[in-house]
């Protein structure tokens, strides 16, 4: 089959290098998101699908809008087109061009977790398991009838990246399988149950901001869900009485016999960063200061002077 492939976000490069060395489909396109500025010096930036894609001899389109390259889109004769994280909702003049699917490539286990942000949620939320779903596309958001999913059970440790990692890496033999079955013309369309479907918003920084008066075991699932993007951070009290911006990259739930009623309240420094939360003891093991290096918890408390009894915000 004649497949145009739809991605900007690096997830879908393991399934954009399936695709490049399938001998099964002929990849006639690659159609990804406009070049951004990237860093403090705005350095205008391709996405990594569209680097690999010219190094492979194929041909990129980066519409601003794909509703305005229709006739484009056409030209490519597609039977398929396949879809991940492409970052522009498909509009049905769009949808209804490719002679048998528009495919996407999902980071949850659908209904669960539709939206911008389902790797972070599924973690975030304590889920079981996680997966990749291949989804028929239609103009709702992510409501598109299920052809088939791949499941993975989740790991004590994951964070935001190791999933993210995961699913990409699972993400090319489900969508060899879904193609096999539309090519043999059995591909199922499952409807979704709408009642079950949860929604994850797109993640700015400001989202990892911590609120200590949420307990312990959901404050450690965000620390892990949005390591490394969007990350989280708390303010804490410096030397010159300022408060400066403390990152926090990983943390434990310990067992602390001592309680505290006020959440982000610092209850030992003796070696370490334990934490007061709304329920529960936080201890946090990896944090970065505004401007400092990454480093052990137990180091950094040493040179700033924080003592129990001060408060976090």
Not at 35 to 53: E, H, N, W
Not at 67 to 96: C, I, M, T, W
Not at 188 to 213: C, F, N, V, Y
Request: glycine share 8%.
């Amino acid at each position: 089959m004649r497949l145009v492939f739809l991605a900007t976000g690096d997830i879908g490069l393991p399934s954009l290098e399936a695709l490049i060395a399938s001998k099964d489909h002929e990849l006639v396109a690659v159609v990804t998101q406009p070049d951004k500025p990237v860093g403090r010096k705005l350095v205008l930036t391709p996405p990594q699908i569209k680097v690999r894609a010219l190094e492979a001899g194929l041909p990129v389109l980066q519409p601003e809008k794909i509703r305005l390259e229709l006739d484009a889109l056409k030209a490519l004769n597609a039977d398929v087109f396949v879809v991940v994280a492409y970052g522009q909702l498909l509009p049905a003049s769009v949808l209804n061009i490719p002679r048998l699917a528009c495919l996407n490539i999902h980071a949850s286990l659908l209904p669960r977790h539709r939206g911008a942000s389902p790797i972070q949620a599924a973690i975030r939320e304590g889920d079981f398991a996680s997966g990749i779903t291949i989804m028929w596309m239609d103009e709702g958001l992510d409501t598109g009838p299920i052809l088939l999913q791949h499941e993975t059970v989740l790991q004590p440790d994951d964070t935001g990246g190791s999933l993210h990692d995961r699913l990409a890496a699972m993400a090319p033999a489900a969508l060899a399988e879904a193609l096999a079955l539309i090519s043999s013309g059995n591909a199922p369309k499952i409807a979704q149950d709408h009642d079950l479907s949860t929604h994850s918003r797109k993640l700015e920084r400001a989202h990892g901001k911590i609120d200590w008066s949420l307990d312990a075991l959901r404050l450690e699932r965000l620390i892990r869900a949005y390591q490394p993007w969007p990350g989280t951070y708390c303010l804490i009290p410096t030397k010159n009485g300022v408060q400066a911006t403390l990152k926090i990259h990983s943390a434990h739930v310990v067992e602390h016999s001592d309680a505290c009623p006020i959440g982000g309240t610092i209850l030992s420094t003796d070696g370490h960063l334990l934490m007061a939360c709304g329920s529960g003891v936080l201890e946090l093991r990896e944090v970065q200061l505004e401007g400092r290096k990454r480093m052990p918890a137990a180091e950094f408390v040493r040179g700033q002077g924080l003592r129990a009894g001060d408060v976090l915000s």
